[in-house]
């Protein structure tokens, strides 16, 4: 079985679950170790990751963290994503510390953004679980579905998205858009805000039909781990893309 989610790819291909079918099945194997992954188990361990998330991004506002530590986030966070996306083995540990990273972030960045727009955050939270769960139910009720076609067009979206972020950070350097890249161009920073937003919340569909396959297929319960950090990844890529929509409409009120 393929994934479309690059951050289950190990997870759920053919080769993987062979992997792990020879490592869980063995005469050795433990009652805990042959668990097969649920849907509750997910649901837990992302209830867990979000807790996690959340107590960090509170102290991260309430203690007013610098610049700093939102770069400690930044690079710690992708050091430990790279690594709970490509390694074989579920580290939960490694998961935990990526969403305290996360969290260092998102409190970061949403006290920046509370501080010159009063209110932002409650709404971008709004509109986040509103995001989420009107994905959720477009897939359960089979009105979207993760077929070839959909997955890559919206990977070439993502990386055609991801490019023109970079190229707008670069942008920035030069003053474009008073230091904001193309984001601060007027008409073209909120299209890109719009899109981003629209590629953050499809990529929803990716991750719930991957958990639905692993779950189908039998996958050791240490996987909900990495299902449940996929989720994450989705949920503060939506959060920060539907914060920084918000703050340009902001700008042009």
């Not at 759920?12 to 042959?34: D, W």
């Not at 989420?132 to 089979?142: E, Q």
Request: hydrophobic share 55%; with cysteine.
């Amino acid at each position: 079985m393929e994934s479309s989610n690059p951050v289950l790819t190990k997870a759920y291909s053919r080769e993987g679950f062979a992997a792990f079918e020879q490592t869980y099945a063995g005469p050795s194997a433990t009652p805990i170790e042959t668990g097969r992954m649920t849907i509750d188990d997910v649901v837990a361990k992302t209830g867990l990751l979000l807790a996690v998330l959340v107590v960090t991004a509170g102290l991260a506002w309430k203690l007013n963290f610098s610049a700093g530590f939102l770069m400690i986030g930044v690079i710690a966070g992708f050091a430990l994503a790279m690594v709970n996306s490509f390694s074989k083995t579920v580290r939960p540990v490694l998961v935990i510390a990526y969403a305290v990273c996360e969290g260092l972030v998102v409190g970061v960045i949403s006290h920046l953004y509370n501080s010159l727009y009063n209110g932002i955050v409650s709404q971008a939270v709004i509109g986040t679980v509103a995001a989420f769960g009107g994905i959720l139910f477009l897939y359960s009720s089979g009105r979207l579905r993760a077929t070839p076609r959909f997955t890559k067009m919206l990977m070439g979206a993502a990386i055609g998205y991801l490019i023109l972020g970079l190229v707008s950070l670069i942008a920035s350097f030069a003053g474009v858009g008073n230091g904001m890249g193309f984001y601060g161009v007027q008409g073209i920073g909120l299209l890109l805000a719009v899109g981003g937003v629209a590629i953050a919340s499809f990529f929803f569909v990716l991750d719930f039909d991957q958990i639905q396959k692993g779950v189908q297929a039998g996958v050791p319960a240490i996987e909900s781990w990495r299902a449940s950090f996929g989720l994450l990844v989705t949920l503060v890529w939506l959060y920060l893309e539907i914060l920084r929509l918000l703050s340009i409409l902001r700008q042009e009120n």
